[in-house]
């Protein structure tokens, strides 16, 4: 488990802020992250706060860390890395009760300054990259900002989908029953996805598709294909019912429920590709994973 809880005694006075770094051996961007998530307790479980001094008994740390359980980057340089994360694995934890996500690899491998630049769902698959230190994580979220990365996906669909097609529906959060979920609107952002038809199985009716999102909204690509009644294959939030939906997010069905009820065990989204250039030079990378009908 990523998150352990380390005890430090207190043997002289002085700011919680140096006893992290001189007593406890943390970083000083670490401890005071620590301390700004509320990380930091002292022996009366009392978070402790920046520049408050400690005088005595012992100080309480959540500290994160990572576990390999030997996923390796597919590429790296000096400044970036780039993972091919399966399905079924979160980027990074969403609770400190997370055993294991894409985050551990990240931190074991490189070091504290290593950060995601992007994040895919947990049940898409797929490249994901990362900035290695602060100067790469400055320019390539920038270059994200400036959407000059070229992604594209791969997903099953229902239904055939014979012609290249153009989607420019906005879209924003939905109210209803779930939280996460969004839907397209006129009252929301723009957005682009272009989806382009690769081959068909006509015995089970499904479509494998090449898409690529122009914007990078929440959930864009599968509540852009769901809303032109081409739903992909395994979702567990658009096209079906909220109550349904509510129950598969809340794990309240086994997995032959799950197939029987959204189609497959997962998601059939796959980040495959992604172009960008990083100090003058053009990098493109393909998944190496099988997607296919």
Known sequence: MPYVLKKFDVKEK???DDFLVEDAKLSLKLSQSLLTKGKVLDHKNKRLQKKQTVKSGFIQINIYE?????????FQTDHFAIFDKPSGLLVHPTTINDEYTLLDEIKYHFNDDASLVHRIDKETSGLVLVAKNRFSQMILNEKFENREFKKTYKAIVQGQIKNDLEINT???NDTGLIKIKMKTHTDGKESTTFIKPISFDKNKNQTLVKVSPITGRQHQIRVHLNSINHRIIGDPIYGLDEKIADKILGKKVNQEERI??????RLLLHAYSLEFEYLDTKY??????????
């Open 14 to 16: 002085k700011l919680i």
């Open 284 to 293: 493109m990378f393909c998944s190496k994973q099988n997607f296919s009908l």
């Open 170 to 172: 906005p879209i924003t």
């Open 260 to 265: 029987s009820l959204s189609g497959d065990k």
């Open 66 to 74: 990572p576990i390999t359980k030997g996923l390796k980057p597919l």
